[in-house]
């Protein structure tokens, strides 16, 4: 894979300055928390925010998938529309520090972005596989291999974006204080397996059942636990496991059905090696 171009590099600090941009402005525009926690009002944040929105817009322009670019205004959508709808949070002060009775989704929206930037690389890969194998404006990507790839290169590519997965969950566990923090590096395997399993299937064999799966059971449970924080917590995410096994079953069914209809799997024939 290619270094990104220096227009590239442009586009993106063009987006994350957008990013950065609109998010402040949306504080600024529904007045939910305190001036003091917008996003311009510390430089981490900013920066934070600036991340976030410049790794998206790099990600999707320099190898053309569409996922982080269409995931972050849709999640940022999705936040602010939920902050409209939701009544004003009511904040107070305890011990020197703000309390807020009540959600507030565009500040878990900045606060866990690391976690999010992570899930949108999990999709871009899926999007990657089923692309290839497709034929959907495969030709549109760029600087990345042309499928198939061969087994390890398989393995490593799911073992990575997995292990991104795992290791943003793992931060933001470890941020909001999960006790006890013995099930830290549990949390970091079963996340990872439950991106890798769906990312090694549709890179693979271009299978289509994990990453549904991935899609209507993870990440409702991710928008869950980042922006309300329901209860559970932590055991949701230990259920990633499981689930990680029952992925790898759906799509071994897929495959099988598949392969019995069509005689063939998934129309592209896996490289060893």
Do not use: K
């Amino acid at each position: 894979m290619s270094s990104p171009s220096l227009r590239t590099l442009l586009v993106a600090t063009i987006g994350g300055v957008a990013h950065l941009g609109a998010v402040e402005f949306l504080f600024r525009w529904l007045g939910h928390v305190p001036d003091s926690l917008w996003p311009l009002a510390s430089v981490s944040s900013a920066v934070f925010v600036f991340a976030f929105g410049f790794l998206a817009v790099l990600c999707s322009t320099h190898t053309r998938l569409l996922s982080p670019l269409v995931g972050v205004p849709t999640l940022l959508a999705w936040a602010t529309y939920r902050d409209v709808a939701s009544p004003a949070p009511e904040w107070s002060e305890l011990g020197g520090h703000l309390v807020v009775d009540g959600s507030v989704y565009l500040t878990s929206y900045v606060g866990t972005w690391y976690v999010w930037l992570a899930t949108f690389v999990v999709l871009a890969a899926i999007e990657y596989g089923l692309r290839q194998h497709y034929g959907v404006g495969e030709d549109r990507i760029r600087h990345l291999p042309p499928s198939p790839l061969s087994r390890r290169v398989t393995v490593l590519v799911a073992g990575a974006i997995g292990g991104t997965f795992g290791v943003a969950i793992v931060v933001w566990m470890a941020g909001i204080g999960v006790n006890p923090t013995g099930i830290i590096p549990v949390l970091a395997v079963t996340a990872a397996l439950a991106a890798a399993v769906p990312v090694g299937a549709a890179v693979a064999h271009g299978l289509i059942t994990p990453a549904a799966c991935f899609l209507v059971i993870v990440m409702p449970i991710l928008l869950d636990q980042t922006f309300v924080g329901g209860e559970g917590g932590p055991v949701f995410l230990l259920m990633l496991g499981p689930l990680a096994v029952g992925f790898a079953i759906v799509g071994l069914l897929e495959g099988f059905f598949r392969s019995r209809l069509s005689g063939r799997f998934g129309g592209v024939t896996e490289v060893d090696g």
